[in-house]
Every structure is written in structure tokens, then in C-alpha cells.
């Protein structure tokens, strides 16, 4: 069946050089690169028609299902959405932008998917080479997005504009994620396939330039004209395709042909996860998504997983960006957001241990819808989209969770919106303590203050002054304020601001101690 990577994947390197050359053509108001980007239109017509030639054989040979055959149909239709297009952007009538995401989410990231299906569907490839396999593809996608921004950039001089630049190191810490995570989930022989190729004048250079971009008192690109970045780029991700046929060739089972061929058989033998300890695993079982799922389902998809830390500050993903991986927070706190036209950002959700993140982006395999950042200090096990996704169709009671999972977000969405964006600022101020303390569960009287007040005020749909002013109202009422905490006056002092949410959180609600049975606002009025 593995035949059937090396067409898919030669047309996604087809297509993913046509968006670099279309990308500088459209950045250059046509004076670079026409004949190269008329070469590359030639190449990606001839891999697609070459996926339609064995499209037929495909069923009677590997015995796809027509699911299966009719996503590869949908992929086949979407790039003729891209030829159509084709005279459209030989006219200038798209900015570099649309062209990256087009490209990109219609045909590129679809592609990605159905191939990591396809291996995973050959029961003589190992699950865990696979898994090496598909993060292999992410990187060298996001290299491919670098290719092709880096040109975008060079030619508008967009590298001396400093949210650019934010946003071109963001993708090259997206790089070095998925770069890490193949050699997390490698073995030796595939980590010695990626060191045997990748290396060269064009590499190098590369990562000169990588290394200085990534330098916070850097504030340019290096010296380096458009052409001459997309020839080593392009030089580099041609040496990334030939790393990519190699891991293809090395995807079966070492022991395929030594045991009766059964996928039940390999399965059974899990590889250590990278980086999960067996407190987070324990802990990750105890999810509603994980909790009572049989035991081959909850390793299967765990030995796909990766954990990682993460520092304050750093992104997870931006808007927009291919949903390639689900998130789940073990511990700490991160934040939804969305940018302003004014350049300002406005915080939608704070998420923290055990909450998904976007997930209904990852199930619905569409972009993100917002971007996601980390508040606080935080520890995030992630899992590869196509792989959830393929487990969900299989698995009845994991499509449950699903539903249940995006039911909840929904039901805390509105809830949220509620509570922050239609009550008068003492009441959200309140609301969110009395959360927080539910939350928390850990001393009566006490909140700890999970994040800077900078950001409790934008996640509470406020200005800092306003969150300081209504601090002052709480302090004069006897409540003590301090940098990361605040301290009631007594254990019921925040039990006006309680909701029938909030309420079925709380342990005293439904017996004698209750002092707000009905949930009652009224002693809201005092504040």
C-alpha cells in the first residue's frame, strides 16, 4: 500500500512548491519568478493526474473503503479549485496571504491527512513508525510555509515590520516543535535516514539564518535577496521530500513478515510515550475524554502523544493555523484569544488542567478559530488531529466524548459570556473569585490569583483601571487584596455572586449550610 504515499505525497510537494512560487510571483507584483511559477502549475497537474490514473487500482488492489476514496476525490476536487484560480493569480487578483491559506487548507493539510491514514491503514507498517512519519510531514509542511512567507517577507520588506517578524519566529518555533517530536518518535533507522540526507551548503545556511532571526535583539532578516532564498529553501524541503520516500520505504513492521500479519498482534506492543510520567498518566485517564475507555484504545492514542512545558508567553497556535494537533492542559493556564483590527487582542477563554484546547477544531478538521497562548507556566500533552480523528470514526464511545466534550465547551461558552460580558463589572469581579475558590477547593477563605490582574481584566471584558476600581469596593469591604491572592472577610463573603452553574460545584449547596439556596443576587446590591 505504500505505493500509495509516494503519489500522495509528490503531489503535496508539487503543490506546496506552486505556493512558494506563487507566493513570490504575487509579493513581486509579477516581476519575479512567471516562467517558474508556469513550470511548477505543469509539475502539479501531472502528480494529481497521476493520483486520478491510480485511483481505480487503488480499490481493487488495496482495498480502500469508499470513505476513504471519496476524501482523496474531494482532495482531487479542491485542486482543481487551485487551477481554476491559476489565471487569477497570474492576474495579481490575490494577496500572498489568501494564496498561503488556500493553498494550504484546501489541498496541502487535506493531503497530509489522508496520507497518515493511509499508512496507519497498511497492517504491515508499525503504528509507531507512522507516528514518526506524520510528525515528518508537519515539519516539513511548516518548512514549506517558511518558503514561502520568508519570500512574501523579503520582497515587501515585511522583516522590518515587527508583528511579521513575531509571526515568521512563531512558525519556525512550530518547526523545531515537530522537528523535536520526530526524533522523540523516531527509531534508529529513521533517524539515521533524516541525519544521512539533510545536510549541505543550503542547510546550513538556513540555519545560520534561523539562528539569528531567533534572536530577540535581532529585529531583521539577514541579508538575502528573494531568488536566492527560494533557491535554498527549496533545495532544502527537495532534500526533506527524498527523507520522506526513505521513512515510506522504512514504514513496515521490522517483524511483518515473521508473525501472522495481524495489526491486533503489534498493536498490543506500546513504545514508552515521550516525556508522560506515570503520575500524568494516571492523571490523563481521569479525563472525561480518556476515563473507562478500554485499555488497547487509551495506548493507542497515547502512543501517539507527546508532553511538553511550556513557558509563560509562549504560542501554541495562531488563528487560522491548520488544526494538526490536539491539546490537553495537565497543569497550568492558557489563553483564547482573538486579534483586534486595532492591533489589540481581546480574551475569550482562560483555560487550565484538563481542559481541551480548540478542540472542536481538531474533531471538525478546520482551522483554529481563535489563537492560543500560555498565561502561566503550563504542561500540555498533545495528539496528532488525523490520528484522533481516524480513532473517533472507529471507535463509537470515543464520538461520544466527542459530542459530550463540544456540548460542555458550548454549554461554558455561553456561560462565560454571561457572567463576563452582560453583568455590571462587581459582578463578573465576584462571579470570577467565587470560581476560582470552587475551583481551587483548597482553603475556605482564600483565591488564589492564577495569572496577572492585567490579564484577569481582559479575560473579564475590562480596562485595568476599572478592575482596580472594583478591587477597591471588595477591599473596603472588608476583603484583602494582595498581588497573587485575595482574602474574605468570612467563608460565605462571594456566596451573593453564586449562579445554578456555579452552584453544582459548591459542596454546601443543597444542605442547612447553604446561606444562597436560590442563588439569590440580591445582597449584590451591598457592593
Known amino acids: 500500500m505504500n505505493e500509495t504515499l509516494i503519489f500522495l505525497g509528490n503531489a503535496m510537494h508539487e503543490m506546496q512548491a506552486e505556493r512558494g512560487c506563487a507566493v513570490l510571483f504575487v509579493s513581486s507584483k509579477g516581476r519575479l519568478f512567471k516562467n517558474e511559477l508556469l513550470g511548477s502549475f505543469e509539475k502539479t497537474l501531472a502528480a494529481f493526474d497521476n493520483i486520478r490514473r491510480e485511483l481505480g487500482k487503488w480499490r481493487e488492489i488495496h482495498a480502500y473503503d469508499d470513505e476513504f476514496l471519496d476524501r482523496i476525490r474531494i482532495v482531487l476536487d479542491n485542486s482543481e479549485t487551485v487551477k481554476s484560480r491559476r489565471n487569477r493569480i497570474l492576474n495579481l487578483e490575490f494577496n500572498a496571504t489568501e494564496i498561503i491559506s488556500g493553498y494550504s487548507h484546501q489541498v496541502i493539510s487535506p493531503l497530509m491527512d489522508i496520507m497518515v491514514l493511509a499508512a496507519l491503514s497498511d497492517k504491515k507498517n508499525d503504528p509507531a513508525k507512522v507516528s514518526a512519519y506524520s510528525y515528518f510531514l508537519q515539519y516539513k509542511e511548516k518548512f514549506g510555509r517558511e518558503r514561502a512567507l520568508g519570500a512574501r517577507g523579503l520582497v515587501t520588506k515585511s522583516f522590518n515590520d515587527q508583528e511579521f517578524l513575531d509571526r515568521f519566529r512563531f512558525l519556525l518555533s512550530e518547526q523545531d516543535s515537530f522537528q523535536r517530536t520526530f526524533f522523540a518518535m523516531a527509531d534508529a533507522r529513521q533517524k539515521r535516514i533524516y541525519d544521512s540526507i539533510i545536510h549541505g551548503s543550503a542547510v546550513r545556511r538556513l540555519s545560520e539564518v534561523h539562528k539569528s532571526l531567533q534572536l530577540k535583539k535581532n529585529h531583521s532578516m539577514p541579508e538575502i535577496s528573494p531568488t536566492e532564498w527560494f533557491r535554498l529553501t527549496s533545495e532544502k524541503i527537495d532534500l526533506m521530500k527524498k527523507v520522506e520516500n526513505k521513512l515510506v520505504e522504512n514504514l513496515p513492521n521490522d517483524a511483518a513478515n515473521a508473525d501472522d500479519g495481524s495489526q491486533a498482534s503489534r498493536v498490543q506492543v506500546h513504545r514508552p510515550v ?15 475524554f480518556f476515563m473507562n475507555l478500554p485499555e488497547d484504545i487509551t495506548s493507542g492514542l497515547l502512543q501517539h502523544a507527546q508532553v511538553r512545558g511550556y513557558k509563560k508567553g509562549k504560542l501554541l497556535f495562531l488563528e487560522g493555523e491548520v488544526s494538526s494537533r490536539l491539546h490537553i492542559i495537565l497543569s497550568g493556564w ?135 476600581r472594583t478591587l477597591k469596593r471588595f477591599r473596603d469591604r472588608g476583603f484583602e487584596i494582595n498581588k497573587s491572592s485575595v482574602i474574605l472577610p468570612n467563608i460565605s463573603a462571594l456566596c451573593g455572586f453564586c449562579d445554578h452553574d456555579l452552584a453544582a460545584a459548591c459542596k454546601k449547596h443543597g444542605t442547612p449550610e447553604c446561606p444562597n439556596p436560590e442563588c439569590s443576587r440580591a445582597s449584590v446590591a451591598d457592593f
Open 274 to 288: 515521550e516525556g508522560i510520567t506515570s503520575q500524568q498518566r494516571n492523571f490523563i485517564e481521569e479525563l472525561p
Open 334 to 468: 492558557v489563553k483564547l484569544f482573538k486579534g483586534t483590527s486595532g492591533g489589540d487582542e481581546t480574551v475569550l477563554q482562560m483555560l487550565t488542567c484538563g481542559d481541551m484546547i480548540a478542540e472542536s477544531a481538531v474533531f471538525l478538521n478546520a482551522p483554529y478559530p481563535v489563537s492560543a497562548q500560555v498565561a502561566k507556566k503550563s504542561v500540555v500533552l498533545t495528539l496528532p488531529a488525523p490520528i484522533i480523528r481516524e480513532r473517533i470514526k472507529e471507535n463509537n464511545e470515543l464520538a461520544l466524548r466527542v459530542l459530550a466534550g463540544i456540548s460542555q465547551h458550548s454549554h461554558s461558552l455561553i456561560q462565560e459570556f454571561e457572567n463576563i460580558r452582560l453583568k455590571p463589572a462587581t459582578e463578573r469581579v465576584g462571579w470570577f473569585l467565587l470560581k476560582l475558590l470552587l475551583d481551587q477547593g483548597k482553603i475556605p477563605d482564600l483565591v488564589e490569583l492564577p495569572y496577572d490582574k492585567s490579564l484577569i481584566a481582559s479575560y473579564l471584558d475590562m480596562k485595568p483601571e476599572t478592575f482596580s
